[in-house]
């Protein structure tokens, strides 16, 4: 699931959802919350095993954080990696 957090992001995370539907990876953008907090809920519900967060910092620095969604792991990894990050679990 790929979670901007604000308006400012929406494009950048449907710019990776091109990148991941290229890769052929399943995905749900989420362009509407509230609240992070209530987007990871909804992230549960559709049970995803990852969240791509995007927020101010991760545009800035071309990288987006990747959250495991079964063990609670963050890490932030490069935009250029994120493919090859997520096909290695």
Do not use: H, W
Request: glycine share 6%.
């Amino acid at each position: 699931v790929i979670v901007p957090i604000d308006v400012a992001q929406q494009s950048l995370a449907l710019l990776i959802a091109d990148e991941l539907y290229a890769a052929g990876l399943c995905f749900e953008v989420l362009l509407e919350g509230d609240s992070v907090k209530s987007m990871m809920r909804q992230a549960n519900k559709l049970g995803a095993k990852f969240c791509i967060i995007i927020g101010e910092e991760e545009q800035a620095a071309r990288a987006v954080t990747v959250k495991n969604m079964i063990t609670g792991e963050s890490q932030r990894v490069a935009q250029i990696d994120l493919i090859k990050t997520l096909t290695a679990f």
